[in-house]
């Protein structure tokens, strides 16, 4: 028996194409970012929508035979397979298996199978009996027709207000299980005292449960009326449970409200996070000081490209007053910066604080989470540079050094200055444009000459072609794939040039 | 052209580092501080500083401030240089001022106080940010460009009289031959801004326009010298 689960482990272990099957399977279930998970839901989300449609229709209708046959075995057999799937994927069985087997031979301990199975099992048992898998379970079976109404409940996995809802309150845990003990308590009691006072005078009260629901009904404020109390002892009992009843839902709104206006902010800024993770490429500003302002002022971003994080809560209201997309955090933990989809997007992080050591830290950060992120930083200091170029920042940038060069040249080349200024603000003068050639076939292989930039009102300046710059080139240079072609001149002359080279890829 | 003489105000933060980016370049400065430290400081690094109260008239007067070409302000605070170009303006009409500031208020108020040009420092950064994000190759390349004193850079030149360009067409010369480029110029005759050679004009160049070029340092300093020539 031993060896046979072994061998099997073991032929599953070995076995790329499982262990590839089970990751993709599990990303598609887990992973809110995987790009294929969006059509799954969508399946499974029709498949609810059709079954409960038959259900309604059902009601008065008679339903034609294939429609009973897909919600009888196409929906049931596909979330069967959904469920299975998600039992699946809760633990790797072969892999404990052959992890036990591993240590007991490295201890020199007999090998029993049960104990990796029975830990395995256990696991996935706990799995099982979470609220979604109940729920899932029992959605599957169609034959019982009142159980297909656990097919509604399925759509509570994607419905995220409602998830956010319910863990809201779970916070308020301690106090409504307090509430509802209360509660429990008061009709338990009231029940039982009419049950006993008017059980033989009442003609509705028959028996305890009848008792039992008028207290809740009366407890609620709802008061149907279809029992009331006759006698002057029920009736001051109902007195007594109206007014506790009134005290009781007071409370438990004020603990709802309460629970939610503390947590508001909290999902407020999860929901700007999910809105910005969509996005492939997105900007997060940390701090909202004079350059974050001008910067934000000059690019004119919309909401989808970038996300300011702050710490200082009132700068957070100042940014917010002024419309920006803007959560309260600190962009230096590790915590804040992995909520952000740094996988998949191309995150670009620029640190903009005014004190050097929080950039270095952030940098150091960013960078530890993936050498992906791209880190453009201020630095005050120029003694910080080279710490943040160990740190791994990609461009650091020093306000004083900038407008010190700035300053220098609208002295010594006032002439140089305005052009170089219209070049930097990107006024509609003319610009400096990088063209990226790629693998572009018309362009590899041409030499400079034949393409005729003074035809398209271009300024070529020269190529920069692994790391170094040509200058302006003899007119027999011949262009290497990824070239990057460095041009002056207006926008439209550029747009030209791209739509007369198709697939050429320019930056500016 | 004569090398400009430079009065700064200012030895702090921005002073100390523009001041001897200036002087590397071989320009004559003067430096103005009221902080004392700072004006040893500056008088270590070889330059001549005058210790003045920024707040009395009399004493800038003193400066003699007609001599200089040009003036810049960038003092640490950014009200004393509102306050000083505004009181420098008051006290003598057309001078050349260039100041720093850190915020769009203060550079509104220096315009107002008669600035010439203003440099504002998160603008700029701004910018460069702006840049490096749209053409990070082209952005590292132009701060070398611009900063560099050996390799490939900016220069800008006055035609001098009698020189081998003047009365001929801007794209009749090759600049190319020269190995430098012609990036732009301010052509007298049309109007008084700088133009880029993209914007599609033909230029007359004359005596007394400003041409832009762009190439090695070397090779710019042997054009500069060579269209004072008359034949080549």
Known sequence: MNELVLSFARKLHNSSSYREIKSFVRDLIRNDKNPYKKYFDLTIIFLIFTSIFILVYEVKEPVPHWMDTYDLYVVSVLFGLEYLMRIWVVNDLSEMVLEEYQDAKFLGKPFKITTPLKKGLKEKLYFMVTPAAIIDLLAIFPTYRPLRLFRVLKLLRYAKSINQFVEVLSNKRFELLTLLLLLLFIVFTAGIAIYVLEEKINPNINSLFDAFYWSLVTISTVGFGDIAPVTPEGRAISMVIIVSGIAMISFATSVIVSAFSEKLNEVKEHRTIERINKSDAFLIVCGYGQLAKMFLRKEGLSSEEYIILEKDPERVEAAKREGYNVIQEDASRTEVLKRFNTKNAKVTVLCLIADDIENIYITLTAKAISRKIKVITRANDSSMVKKLEYAGADHILLPHEVANNMIHIAITQPTMYKALHAVLTGKDVAQIYEIHVGMHEELVGADIASIEFTAYKLLFMGIHRNGEFLFNPPKETVLQPYDVLLVIGRQISLEHFRNMHKGVVSWG | ?232
Request: aromatic share 8%; net charge negative; with cysteine.
């Open chain 2, 1 to 232: 052209m004569g090398m400009k003489k430079i009065l700064i105000f200012g030895y702090g933060h921005h002073g100390r580092h523009i001041a001897n980016g200036l002087k590397e370049d071989g320009y004559v400065l003067t430096v103005v501080e009221q902080n004392e430290s700072y004006c040893q400081q500056a008088q270590k690094d070889g330059f001549d500083c005058i210790l003045i109260d920024m707040g009395e008239d009399a004493e800038i007067l003193k400066l003699r401030l007609e001599q200089y070409d040009q003036i810049v302000c960038v003092m640490d605070d950014e009200h004393y240089n509102v306050f000083l170009t505004l009181s420098l303006n008051a006290l003598m009409e057309g001078l050349n001022i260039v100041a720093i500031s850190d915020s769009v208020h203060v550079t509104h108020k220096l315009r107002l106080a008669g600035a010439k040009r203003v440099i504002d420092m998160y603008e700029v950064s701004a910018n460069r940010i702006h840049n490096i994000l749209h053409r990070p190759i082209a952005t590292e390349l132009l701060k070398e460009f611009v900063t560099s004193k050996d390799g490939i850079s900016f220069m800008e030149m006055e035609i001098p009289e009698g020189s081998f360009l003047h009365g001929k067409m801007s794209d009749e010369v090759n600049f190319g031959h020269y190995d430098v480029l012609l990036v732009g110029l301010v052509d007298f005759e049309r109007h008084k801004g700088f133009e880029f050679v993209t914007a599609g004009h033909k230029h007359h160049l004359d005596a007394g326009d400003i041409i832009v070029c762009m190439g090695e340092v070397e090779k710019l300093r042997i054009f500069k010298k060579m269209i004072a020539k008359k034949d080549v």
